[in-house]
């Protein structure tokens, strides 16, 4: 008898077909993007597919922590129409494409979409975006979601040879189907070598791994209900009848078979000499192992670094730099092949102009902004040798514009040359204010708004930007500390959100959530190192500029107790400021009759303004203002060369305070107080002074070197 397969062959030949010319896609190319539940070859089986992957991913731990970690991220950034590369790159907030981008249809939002882009791109390799367009078609009016499975490719004439595209049917599985044209889908997809039509999801390449780390999560429910193996063994030598087997197992089921028999001793009457307890080999628990080397697989498919997916070391340095791994290596590329694609799809459809592409926002990413607190340190140091800005930040690569009047070099006012050997006299000092015998009387030793002090102001400035950096990341975290507790003590409440506190006046107990003595103290312990740190680097840095070779001692008992004071002061105001802010939260919230959810979402809010930018700034300035000034007092001091300090006001035109560019020019003897405003005051950023006259306070002080 003919095969089969021959006798398909000489049927087609019949009617002028030659199959061995072609294969099944050329037969049947609405098979091309077929994705089976099932293959099945001569020597293996793999199953795969998008219903096993969605699986996957609602029921694995590390798959969906991954997923969603990039998802999250990526979701909130905005994708918009630039014109123009690097620093002269212009966003363009108008184009009727970003107007698109920015509200895709009525019924989903843009972190929506893209939220949804990056689960289907993992778990499938492909997305599509099908374009909603006006009745003549030259325009698009919305654009939705299109999942894989919900959609299908129509290769087009010679399209297996150039992979070209005549269209693509839609609605499959989920209505009745339509087709749609090559310009109306945008389809993204991870290069497939095994179907260059369709998509491959990177967890394709760990299934196995995912299906091993089921497989030992279903052994440790067994494992723990006692069914891996038992616990022990009842040992009879001389043999026991089966009633007398029945009876044990009676007896061992009544004394430890669960409920008030759990851990009480097992006392057996007949047919027993011993009782072997079973302890569990290595190779019983290497379940274990296995699940690690399956997480450890899973956030390295899908770049993810361990201490984001949460069994690194979790540092906030670690966390740190894995967050910059993430962005750099995973969520960069990834906004990037998507931004290729839709430029490439725009400008196909002449809805951008050449010169125009889509790009996504990453200048606010903290996690990808360059680390150039070395840059400034350098650029700091040459300047105060007297280059000139523009050539100093040339020289060490800062990327800033040229500054006005930065062609020119300027010795700082406060580096006055000290001699060093014994019996010779320094240069003549800067003239110093007249001496009454009362103590040093103000006298304006600098013309407010002249180039020196605008040069002395921004050169202290720029030396503290650094500190103030660093201190803000700390401020954020803090912050986030805060609300994680705060919230944590919510869920665990019986208290709030059950309307026992809706009568006006009925004030709640936030105390329960939010107690201000243990926040302050975490602030004060959060904070001593960064405060610390600045002050000795700082006071070092004043050491330098006077030409003393000594080394700031930031040991002693008066410098301690100064950033104690510091410390206290910031930790004190901001917390008492979150008190009565969460009083007022928790109030309303208790008056409108809010479930735990909704206060949830007032805390989320609330706590996402103080951990902004400009608020965290503030906080951070404020403190290192009275850090940094503190700490060149301390110096001054050990230097033994300075007898007074003037103050300089901020050079910042309607926003500096009256009383505080009143003050410009003030000096006074090391520990006398400056008067500004009618309130005395150490230094600029005296953490003893009142809030109104150091919040935000950008003002510094000079020193005035003694005559020998």
């Known amino acids: 008898m003919m095969p089969i397969l021959q006798r398909i062959t000489e049927r087609a030949r019949k009617?002028?077909?030659r199959p061995e010319e072609k294969g099944l896609y050329d037969h049947h190319p609405e098979l091309t993007e077929r994705i089976p539940l099932l293959r099945v070859y001569s020597d293996q089986a793999d199953t795969g597919g998008v219903s096993s992957m969605t699986d996957f991913y609602l029921s694995n731990v590390w798959v969906h922590k991954a997923i969603t970690a990039i998802a999250n991220n990526l979701a909130g950034l905005d994708v918009r129409v630039v014109r123009g590369q690097g620093q002269d790159a212009e966003p363009l907030d108008n184009h009727p494409v970003t107007q698109l981008l920015s509200n895709p249809n009525p019924e989903t939002g843009p972190a929506d979409l893209w939220r949804e882009w990056v689960i289907d791109m993992m778990l499938s390799g492909e997305h599509g975006l099908e374009a909603a367009e006006n009745g003549r078609g030259s325009a698009i009016l919305e654009l939705w979601p299109r999942e894989p499975q919900h959609f299908s490719v129509i290769p087009g004439e010679l399209g297996r040879r150039y992979r070209r595209v005549s269209g693509y049917k839609g609605g499959e599985r989920v209505g009745p189907a339509y087709t749609l044209t090559a310009e109306q889908l945008i389809h993204f997809k991870f290069y497939n070598p095994a179907n260059p039509w369709r998509g491959l999801a990177p967890i394709y390449a760990v299934r196995t791994g995912i299906v091993i780390d089921q497989l030992a999560q279903a052994w440790t429910r067994l494992f723990f209900r006692n069914q891996a193996r038992p616990d022990f063994a009842v040992i009879a030598p001389e043999g026991i009848t089966k009633s007398e087997k029945a009876d044990i197992i009676l007896e061992l089921d009544q004394n430890v078979g669960g409920g008030e028999g759990l851990h009480r001793p097992i006392v057996l009457e007949q047919g027993v000499t011993d009782i072997k307890v079973f302890s569990f080999p290595p190779k019983d628990l290497e379940w274990i192992e296995q699940r690690k080397l399956s997480r450890e697989e899973i956030g390295s498919i899908f770049g993810v670094p361990d201490e984001i997916m949460g069994w690194g070391r979790d540092t906030y340095e670690n966390f740190d730099t894995a967050d910059r791994v993430l962005w750099t290596l995973t969520i960069v590329p990834l906004a990037g092949m998507r931004d290729h694609a839709l430029t490439r799809y725009f400008r196909r459809r002449k809805a951008i102009n050449p010169d125009e592409r889509i790009e996504t926002d990453l200048a606010n990413v903290p996690q990808l902004q360059e680390n150039i607190t070395e840059k400034v340190n350098q650029f700091n140091v040459l300047t105060g040798r007297g280059i000139p800005a523009n050539v100093a930040k040339d020289s060490i690569g800062l990327n800033l514009p040229d500054l006005e009047g930065g062609d020119v070099g300027y010795q700082p006012f406060s580096m006055v040359p000290v001699l060093r050997k014994p019996g010779t006299k320094p240069p003549p000092a800067p003239p110093a204010p007249d001496d009454d015998g009362k103590g040093l009387k103000r006298k304006s030793i600098l013309e407010y708004g002249s180039a020196a002090h605008e040069q002395i102001w921004k050169a202290k400035q720029a030396r503290l930007t650094p500190d103030v950096n660093s201190m803000q990341r700390v401020v954020k975290?803090?912050?986030q500390e805060q609300q994680n507790r705060v919230v944590r003590r919510l869920r665990d409440s019986r208290t709030f959100g059950r309307g026992q506190y809706k009568q006006e006046g009925n004030i709640p107990p936030v105390n329960e959530l939010f107690d201000p003595v243990?926040?302050?103290?975490?602030?004060?312990?959060?904070?001593k190192k960064t405060v610390t740190t600045a002050v000795l680097r700082i006071g070092q840095s004043e050491l330098d500029e006077l030409g003393i070779e000594l080394v700031f001692?930031?040991?002693r008992?008066?410098?301690?107790?100064?950033?104690?004071?510091?410390?206290?002061?910031?930790?004190?105001?901001?917390?008492?400021?979150?008190?009565?802010d969460l009083i007022e939260l928790f109030q309303e919230a208790e008056r409108e009759g809010e479930g735990i959810p909704a206060i949830q979402e007032r805390l989320s809010a609330y706590f996402g303004d103080r951990k902004s930018d400009f608020q965290t700034e503030r906080i951070a300035r404020t403190t290192m203002t009275g850090s940094s000034n503190f700490g060149s007092v301390e110096a001054w001091k050990q230097s033994e060369v300075v007898d007074g300090h003037t103050w300089i006001s901020a050079l910042i035109p309607g926003r500096t305070r009256e009383d505080h560019a009143l003050a410009h020019g003030q000096t006074v003897r090391l520990g006398q107080m400056f008067t500004v405003g009618g309130e005395s005051m150490q230094f600029p950023g005296d953490p003893a002074a009142s809030a109104g006259n150091i919040i935000n306070c950008l003002c510094v002080t000079v020193p005035n070197v003694m005559e020998q």
């Open 15 to 17: 009617y002028g077909v």
């Open 477 to 479: 975290k803090l912050i």
């Open 553 to 555: 001692d930031v040991t």
């Open 557 to 580: 008992p008066e410098v301690q107790a100064g950033i104690r004071q510091v410390l206290e002061a910031v930790a004190t105001k901001t917390n008492n400021t979150t008190w009565n």
């Open 518 to 527: 243990e926040e302050i103290a975490l602030w004060i312990a959060g904070l």
